[in-house]
């Protein structure tokens, strides 16, 4: 079975912190993403990665950077944390042209 | 651009009653189409999928027909269980290897 592991499945942080967001996946998938779920809007792609050292914006990046400098690890950061995600953040992966395997999920608050 | 409308929810049945969730689509070319169902506290779990037309994807009772000439991908259930209970999102991968999701579909089943 494949295994995508989000570091924390909570966390509480404060406004202006930097935070990372650790993803591990251990069945070698070339692609990595991170979401993230709100009420009523669903999931929304922040980045995602083709490969390593490799990253592409997804729909909502504005705030958020990634990096991918192993096949097996995917982090997101938030620079400076804001009350506004506040989220739960999904990281999933995927061999090429299939279907996504998600993580558990990490609930974060921003006070 | 391509898109994924599934029902409104909550919906809210009985056990043992009849379920169908919704989904249509927009997209170009012959999408692979999946359900994916996410319990509460977990992250999404791909539940079934279908790789072309008139393809039938089926899982733990579940079922969904790829039905080109109505771009519908309806998620149904003969018989529900309290178990079932759990928000379930439609999605597509596209011609670009692109993941489109529905907003989901929150399901509450009643003993």
């Known amino acids: 079975d494949v295994k995508v592991t989000q570091s924390s499945r909570y966390l509480v942080k404060r406004t202006g912190e930097k935070v990372f967001l650790e993803c591990v996946q251990d069945?070698?998938?070339?692609?990595m993403f991170w979401y993230r779920q709100d009420p009523g809007l669903g999931l929304r792609l922040i980045y995602f990665s083709y490969d390593v050292k490799m990253k592409e914006k997804g729909d909502i990046p504005e705030g958020y950077s990634v990096s991918r400098e192993k096949k097996e690890r995917f982090s997101l950061i938030l620079e400076s944390a804001s009350t506004n995600q506040t989220s739960m953040y999904l990281c999933?992966?995927?061999?090429?042209?299939?279907?996504?395997?998600f993580g558990d999920g990490t609930r974060l608050s921003i006070l | 651009g391509d898109s994924v409308t599934q029902m409104e929810g909550p919906v809210t049945l009985s056990e043992e009653a009849f379920l169908t969730i919704n989904c249509t689509y927009t997209?170009?070319?012959?999408?692979?189409l999946f359900w994916y169902v996410q319990y509460p506290g977990e992250g999404l779990q791909l539940l079934l999928k279908?790789?072309?037309?008139?393809d039938k994807g089926s899982n733990k009772g579940f079922e969904a027909t790829y039905r080109k000439e109505t771009t519908s991908f309806h998620l149904e259930k003969g018989s529900v269980q309290v178990s079932d209970s759990a928000v379930y999102f439609c999605?597509?991968?596209?011609?670009?290897?692109?993941?489109?999701f529905g907003k989901g579909t929150r399901l509450h089943i009643l003993p």
């Open positions: 069945m070698d998938h070339e692609n």
């Open positions: 999933a992966s995927s061999p090429t042209g299939q279907p996504q395997h």
């Open positions: 999605a597509l991968v596209n011609r670009d290897d692109k993941i489109i």
């Open positions: 997209a170009t070319g012959y999408p692979s």
């Open positions: 279908a790789t072309k037309a008139d």
